[in-house]
């Protein structure tokens, strides 16, 4: 791969540019510096299909000026991360909402001895992506029926389209908390164990808790949360030094149905931790934020990041309804209703992306509302988007047809964003 020297013409206002040779010009007939940012226009998911052009095109879409460059003329757009199943078998997905377009990522290193990976994290931070824990099974462990958690860690840079594999978690877990402190370039984690997809209530429960410093690659383990916490969220709320680390929900302890079936007790309330940059507070309890009878547990949450914000929007999907967290008043208000109801108890992806909220269904054929067209993508297994705006309070849709070669189950499926 051609390496490049930075230009000497650049102003102390730009970032700094590429100075290409005159052998490896960009675009015949153009500057570099105006060929770069006519291809730093060009969107994340069509990179790999004209990165074989020419030497050149293939080493300007594989530096990291590319994305500096897309960043600071606001040329980055929002790509959600689909993983079906197993990353290490079936290639992770990444879709682009604005173009339409879908792109197949590596699968991540595989381990001979474990597979079914599942109830994993996948988190962004940079131009990187995150794959954290999750539950497994092991041919070398007894008896194989009983899954594992992992402690493993990988990421995927997407300078280079590859994958890295870090340092292991200091204790193994699965369906976790989980945040990015962006500006300090870690990521906590926190509760989790170990579950069964089809019997989770038998799965293990833990409370550790630990941050992964991105420079070192080094686990550090934090103040343990105040008791057993699996299937929790976690997130952000605050800027700059002053920041709280959220978890929410999730399952503790468990009960059994006529002393054979176990069942989750779900958590009502929430516990936060103060998190600066040399250190971290203790843990305080948030009292439980619904009543008996509104609802079981708790939905699937997103985080919305808006600066006109005090505070970061915390928005859940509970069936058909949208609801936000008011913090004053520690309860959850309606905030709107999806348009297109899914049927009960489907399967439904929920992300945010731009500061909209993506909810995502699968659509079946046999629909007489839709266009013949629809009808045909709905037999191929489509993929309707509908996308709420906070602010404006307004929805829009679209529809698209994923390219997985598996059946497409948001109840299991890892959905990740990130900003490229």
């Not at 675009?27 to 570099?32: D, K, M, Y």
């Not at 009983?146 to 280079?160: K, T």
């Not at 929900?249 to 936060?272: H, L, N, Q």
């Not at 971290?280 to 997103?302: F, H, Q, S, T």
């Amino acid at each position: 791969m051609a390496q490049f020297p930075l230009s000497s013409s650049s102003s102390s206002a730009s970032p700094p540019l590429l100075s290409i040779d005159e052998c490896l010009t960009l675009i015949p007939g153009l500057p570099n510096d105006m060929a770069e940012q006519i291809l730093s226009m060009v969107p994340y998911s069509h990179h790999s299909r004209i990165k074989c052009t020419c030497k050149a095109w293939y080493a300007f879409l594989s530096s990291k000026t590319l994305i500096t460059l897309r960043h600071h003329f606001c040329h980055h757009t929002y790509l959600l991360c689909i993983f079906p199943q197993d990353p290490s078998i079936f290639s992770p997905y990444l879709f682009d909402p604005q173009n339409l377009a879908w792109r197949p990522l590596p699968p991540m290193p595989c381990n001979p001895h474990v597979y079914g990976l599942c109830n994993f994290t996948s988190i962004s931070l940079g131009p990187n992506l995150y794959v954290l824990g999750g539950s497994l099974f092991d041919t070398r462990s007894f008896p194989v029926d009983l899954p594992l958690p992992s402690s493993s860690a990988f990421r995927f840079n997407f300078v280079d389209s590859s994958w890295d594999q870090l340092a292991p978690m200091l204790s193994p877990r699965g369906s976790f908390a989980c945040a990015a402190i962006p500006n300090l370039g870690q990521i906590i984690v926190a509760g989790g164990g170990s579950r069964h997809i089809l019997f989770g209530a038998a799965g293990s429960r833990m409370s550790s808790v630990e941050r992964y410093d991105v420079g070192r690659d080094e686990w550090v383990a934090m103040d343990g949360l105040p008791r057993y916490r699996a299937g929790c969220v976690g997130f952000l709320v605050g800027s700059g030094e002053e920041r709280e680390f959220w978890v929410m929900g999730g399952y503790g302890e468990s009960r059994t149905i006529s002393m054979m079936f176990p069942m989750d007790e779900y958590y009502k309330d929430a516990v936060v931790m103060d998190v600066k940059k040399n250190g971290c507070g203790k843990w305080r309890d948030v009292g439980d934020m619904w009543r008996e009878g509104e609802r079981a547990r708790l939905g699937k949450i997103v985080v919305v990041e808006d600066c006109d914000w005090d505070r970061p929007g915390v928005f859940m999907l509970d069936n058909n309804d949208i609801f936000r967290y008011d913090m004053v008043s520690n309860s959850w208000q309606n905030e709107s209703a999806v348009p297109r109801k899914a049927p009960c108890n489907s399967s439904c992806g929920f992300v945010v992306m731009d500061g909209e909220l993506h909810v995502m269904t699968l659509l079946k054929g046999g629909d007489s509302t839709e266009s013949r067209r629809s009808r045909q993508q709905k037999r191929a297994g489509s993929i309707f988007i509908q996308i709420y705006h906070p602010r404006k309070k307004t929805w829009r849709s679209l529809i698209t047809k994923p390219p997985f070669h598996c059946p497409l189950d948001f109840n299991t499926a890892v959905l990740c964003t990130i900003q490229l």
